[in-house]
């Protein structure tokens, strides 16, 4: 099946890549991508290892992401997307022992079927406020090519909430910018996702000029990292809400802030409860498992900002915090971070389809915690079996080449202090190169 995806990909990136705007119509979108990216890590120090840690011997793994989008606009104001999906191959340590994890399209659940599944099952609402209206960049989640300056946009079916929340231009696609998934999204962000980074919600979106408002409720997964959603929102659930402010103010260049929070209700372990039974001799380590309860909440904020400095150059910054009690649920391991990062295209060298990135993000846990990874407690990514603490900080840089209408290839180096916030292992640089395929195809329905 794979096979045949890719096949048709490539036949769409033959015949319909840079497809004249004028000659096309908005109605139909059919498109397909396929990301391949070989990473690997040097030997490091390692005085100790523990069941999540990230194994010291160097490896090299692959893995691929190959998804075919497809979208109709069934009337003026109502679309549908169906997108379907296949992952493989492994990342660097199964996915464990970094949780600024460096390469954002592995799936973590390694036991998991390679067959094809439905990645995106939408339907788009518009509601028109105004007769007033702007162009709009048509792609995979968006048909119109024009669309109202005010509107309100309803969403519901399966997605994923970072379609929608904690967005960034500069950096939140690992198939054409940065690979880490602390530098794409903000770590402090558990956002509500299955193991494949699906849910079933609803999106609200109003949308000004200048600014828009988004809330979003979500299904959580009923165990961390787990593939299986809880239907009953009554008990579990996940509320999210962002403001997006767009401005021109540095020399008239695009400003745009994104201050965030959400809420999550699930049923989650308390750092602070496997720690005090443990201590008092009831468990032989920490164990968060045994302390799930039903109901229980974490809440966070971010921030999110990216700035035009030139033509062809931006840059962009992320802060994320979170309660950090109840365990880390649906992401990563992370409490508290802070990102940031450039790109820059290629025209000073005549590569203008080319891009230069560069980013740094740190990273940090809650006291509880640390101490419950101190005691030898594990978490779904993290576990060496002692911790000495120190913020896991991450630089990443890469170099991403078109090579011809829908090819593209990088070449990314990552450097990892303190991974699984541990200063007793590490530092880790982890290598990588990427092949980007893509292609559209549209179709006209006049």
């Known amino acids: 099946m794979r096979f045949s995806i890719l096949l048709a990909l490539l036949s769409c990136t033959v015949r319909g890549q840079d497809a004249p705007a004028e000659n096309v119509s908005d109605r139909f979108w059919l498109s397909g991508q396929a990301n391949f990216i070989t990473q690997g890590h040097t030997t490091f120090d390692s005085p100790y290892s523990g069941p999540n840690s990230l194994a010291p011997d160097a490896q090299i793994v692959t893995s691929r992401v190959i998804t075919l989008y497809t ?3 069934l009337t003026n104001t109502t679309d549908f997307f169906l997108d379907i999906e296949e992952t493989g191959g492994n990342g660097i340590g199964q996915a464990l022992g970094v949780a600024g994890f460096p390469n954002l399209d592995v799936v973590r659940n390694p036991t998991l079927s390679h067959a094809p599944y439905f990645a995106r099952l939408m339907f788009h609402q518009m509601i028109p406020l105004s007769s007033e209206t ?27 909430t970072v379609d929608w929340f904690d967005v960034n231009s500069v950096g939140s696609d690992s198939h054409l910018q940065f690979m880490n998934w602390a530098i794409d999204n903000s770590g402090a962000y558990d956002y509500a996702a299955d193991t494949r980074g699906y849910t079933y919600g609803v999106v609200l979106e109003y949308n000004d000029r200048n600014w828009a408002f988004r809330f ?6 009923k165990i961390a990292n787990g593939i299986h959603l809880d239907a009953d929102i009554a008990r579990a659930r996940a509320e999210n809400y962002e403001l997006e402010i767009r401005r021109q103010l540095l020399s008239k260049r695009l400003t ?18 496997a720690i005090d039974a443990y201590l008092a001799g009831e468990d032989s380590i920490p164990n968060i498992i045994a302390t799930r309860e039903q109901g229980r909440t974490k809440y966070g904020f971010g921030l999110n900002v990216e700035q035009e400095f ?22 990563t391991e992370v409490d508290q971070t802070l990102s940031e990062g450039l790109d820059l295209r290629g025209n000073a060298w005549h590569r203008q389809d080319d891009k230069f990135g560069v980013a740094f993000v740190s990273d940090g846990i809650s006291r509880d915690h640390q101490e419950y990874l101190r005691l030898g407690g594990v978490g779904f990514l993290l576990g060496d079996g002692n911790l000495n603490y120190g913020r896991e900080n991450i630089i990443e840089t890469y170099y991403n080449v078109k090579l011809w209408h829908g090819v593209y290839a990088s070449f990314d180096v990552e450097r990892v202090w303190n ?19 893509e292609g559209a195809l549209f179709q006209s329905g006049r």
């Open 71 to 73: 979208g109709i606009r």
């Open 134 to 160: 702007v162009e709009a960049e048509r792609g995979p989640l968006q048909l119109a090519s024009v669309v109202p300056v005010r509107r309100i946009d309803i969403r519901f079916g399966k997605m994923s």
């Open 216 to 221: 979003g409720e979500m299904l959580m997964p």
């Open 256 to 273: 745009v802030v994104r201050p965030l929070a959400f809420v999550n209700h699930a049923n989650m372990g308390s750092y602070r409860e």
């Open 310 to 331: 030139t033509g062809t150059l931006r840059g962009f910054a992320r802060f994320g915090w979170d309660n950090g009690r109840t365990e880390s649920f649906a992401y």
């Open 419 to 437: 991974p699984g916030y541990n200063r007793d292992r590490g530092p880790v640089f982890v290598g990588a190169v990427r092949l980007h395929l």
